[in-house]
């Protein structure tokens, strides 16, 4: 399945992950502390077994952890045009449920000028969006069902949902350790792999399974190169994970997604919307 180029819901998935495609269409403890002990002797550079294993189970240490505070960016490069979106927020991995404050760049990749970002609840099998745009009144909220999303939503918002990113890891393979470093005055481990969409899909949750199903008919390849980071209780506090599309283009284009992780424990799960509050009118259409 590596490379080939044979689906076909990669092109509207970039255009919607881009800046202005965006405004148009929108792990406790888990961590084997002998696996760690064994990491901590092993050179930089040397391809770990165990760590694998650490990482495939990562999401279920992070709902043993319960919640944490998340800061996420997503890359997007396509014919030499680099657009990056940033989000912060909390999520709490027993609901599945979070919420995000993304700031999308204007069509030059610039941070918009005097607008205001997107609010964005992640929840099971649903998306909801405030200060979307496209002729949606503000105090409105759009609603869209992730499983019909290209791919499950994995980079169509601006922001991998933090449980599915960690879930991807799921299917991870060939991983290599590459050493002990700081991140945010936090000692863990640096590690490099590859991981597999269907794999990972298989092996989900009930919760994300429907998102990485469609993930799997949505990219390029079903393998997602990755950098992740555990810190000493088998959490997962960084993730780095790069998609790929066809984009109707030979080169096709690249989604770079980082999910970041800290403060875990005492944020409370939104609430979702009301129904009253969803918007059930026309969403207009921009040229991105």
């Known amino acids: 399945m ?28 888990g961590c084997s502390p002998h696996g760690a002990a064994a990491d901590d002797q092993a050179p930089a550079g040397q391809a770990l077994p165990a760590a694998g294993a650490d990482l495939r189970r990562g999401a279920d240490v992070l ?17 030499g045009t680099r657009v990056t979106i940033r989000g912060t927020g909390s999520y709490d991995f027993r609901t599945g449920r979070g919420q995000l404050r993304v700031v999308l760049p204007d069509p030059a990749g610039l941070p918009r000028g005097g607008q205001q970002p997107i609010t964005e609840i992640l929840a099971p099998g ?16 759009v609603r869209v069902d992730t499983a019909s999303l290209a791919d499950g939503n994995v980079v169509t ?15 991870a393979r060939e991983v290599t350790y590459r050493g002990k ?11 490099s792999g590859t991981t597999d969409i269907g794999v990972a899909a298989a092996a989900a949750s009930a919760r994300t399974k429907p998102a990485l199903t469609a993930a799997e008919k949505g990219f390029t390849t079903d393998v997602v190169p990755f950098d992740a980071y555990l810190d000493d209780a088998g959490r997962l506090r960084k993730v780095r994970e790069r998609f790929h599309f066809a984009n109707g283009t030979p080169k096709g284009a690249s989604v770079t997604s980082t999910t970041e992780l ?4 005492g944020h409370v799960a939104p609430r979702l919307p009301d129904g009253r509050d969803i918007y059930a009118g ?3 259409a921009t040229a991105p």
């Open 2 to 29: 590596v490379g080939q180029d044979r689906r076909g819901g990669g092109a509207g998935a970039v255009a919607v992950a881009c800046g202005t495609g965006l405004a148009v269409g929108l792990l406790a403890t």
């Open 63 to 79: 709902v043993r952890a319960g919640s944490a505070a998340v800061r996420t960016e997503m890359e997007t490069a396509s014919g």
């Open 126 to 141: 649903a998306l909801f969006m405030k200060n979307r745009g496209a002729g949606v009144p503000a105090d409105k909220w």
């Open 157 to 171: 918002g601006g922001a991998t949902d933090p449980l599915a990113a960690a879930e991807l890891l799921r299917g």
């Open 181 to 191: 470093v700081r991140l945010h005055g936090v000692r863990v481990r640096h590690y």
């Open 262 to 265: 800290h403060g875990f424990g």
């Open 282 to 284: 026309k969403i207009a």
